[in-house]
Nanobody, 126 residues
Framework: QVQLAESGGGSVQAGGSLTLSCAAS????????MGWFRQVPGKERVFVAR????????DYADSVQGRFTISRDNAENTVYLQMNSLKPEDTAVYYC???????????????????WGQGTQVTVSS
């Protein structure tokens, strides 16, 4: 069992930056593939980024490629999402998730992830 807690959300103007953190508690955090997703009201939760258990492989949605960076610190049981050049369309609730499946088996579908945080709001104004 893994418990996840996001932090770092807030309001920022377009072009600005934010860094989200996701602190994990529980056993064997370092073996999980970790992901970030986002959701706006009335729409489905969508994939943003994911990172392999050792942090050696990453994957991004096309919409954030080159602007967002996912990383993790297994010693601190924390995964990060550095968001640069933010756009109004990045406004959403951002969720951290953990998957028990290996990185190669865990894609971008929310259904592949087993544990979720409560989410943190990111608002980007134009």
């Amino acid at each position: 069992q893994v418990q996840l807690a996001e932090s770092g959300g807030g309001s920022v103007q377009a072009g600005g930056s934010l860094t989200l953190s996701c602190a994990a508690s529980g056993r064997a955090y370092s073996i999980y593939t970790m992901g970030w997703f986002r959701q706006v009201p009335g729409k489905e939760r969508v994939f943003v980024a994911r990172i392999s258990p050792r942090g050696t492989m990453t994957d991004y949605a096309d919409s954030v490629q080159g602007r967002f960076t996912i990383s993790r610190d297994n010693a601190e049981n924390t995964v990060y999402l550095q968001m640069n050049s933010l756009k109004p369309e990045d406004t959403a609730v951002y969720y951290c998730a953990a998957a028990r499946l290996g990185y190669s088996s865990t894609g971008s579908s929310p259904g592949m992830y087993d544990y979720w945080g409560q989410g943190t709001q990111v608002t980007v104004s134009s």
